[in-house]
């Protein structure tokens, strides 16, 4: 079966540099979720997206902003990294159907590091 | 603090063993939802609880959830090395727009 597919799986940027990571969904699911995960930390939830609009906020920084295309893909832009950026960033899609509760797939993940 | 911590954070045990995991929260919640990450990949879905049921079951995993106390376990039964991994339990308080993740708790099956 389809899961959710992430580019790149690995990225290194220096300081201050701009990284875009890409997320698509399993096919057919409506919702994206993208998280951070930092070393030996749990995920933390960034934002989400229902039908190419947000959805959720969590923590995430003002210099990060994500959008959900017209064909449900996702993209997590960072700008001006810092060193503190360096994590495992998840996204995780799910369909919402009535009556039923919401389970959420993950990708494999992109290893974010910061120089 | 967290919504969803986990119990124990570190847990040793032989092969063949049954292994518990605990998880509290501190809202009330949809659902609850198991996942396993071997280290530094992906998580990986286990199962999901609703906040009506009390029990499930998928393999040689069991859950409970127990509203009340706000809490849930996963039992592992007969448990292999490859079983190995990190457990997070995940909340969902808000019909799917977040999931809420507890500390994890890392288990090393010995052989």
């Known amino acids: 079966a389809a899961g959710v597919i992430q580019s790149p799986r690995h990225l290194i940027k220096e300081k201050r540099e701009t990284a875009t990571l890409k997320c698509y969904p399993i096919?057919?699911?409506?919702?994206v979720y993208w998280y951070q995960q930092g070393p030996g930390q749990d995920p933390q939830f960034l934002i989400s997206f229902y039908e190419k609009m947000q959805s959720d906020k969590g923590s995430i920084p003002d210099r990060f902003s994500a959008q959900q295309f017209s064909d449900y893909h996702s993209e997590l832009n960072m700008s001006s990294l810092e060193l503190g950026d360096s994590a495992l960033y998840f996204c995780?899609?799910?369909?919402?159907?009535?009556?039923?509760?919401?389970?959420?797939?993950f990708g494999q993940g992109t290893r974010l590091t910061v120089v | 603090s967290q919504q969803g911590e986990e119990d124990p954070q570190a847990l040793s045990i032989q092969e063949g063993e049954n292994a518990t995991m605990n998880c509290s929260y501190k809202t009330s919640i949809n659902n609850l939802q198991w996942y396993r990450q071997n280290s530094g990949r992906g998580l990986v879905h286990l199962i999901l609880?609703?906040?009506?049921?009390r029990e499930k079951h998928s393999g040689r995993l069991r859950v409970t959830l127990d509203t009340s106390k706000k809490s849930s376990s996963l039992l592992i039964t007969a448990s292999r090395a490859a079983d190995t991994a990190s457990y997070f339990c995940a909340t969902d308080r808000n019909y799917g727009q977040n999931f809420v993740f507890g500390p994890g708790t890392r288990l090393s099956v010995l052989p």
């Open positions: 609880i609703r906040s009506n049921e």
């Open positions: 995780a899609s799910s369909i919402a159907r009535t009556g039923y509760p919401t389970e959420a797939f």
């Open positions: 096919p057919r699911h409506d919702t």
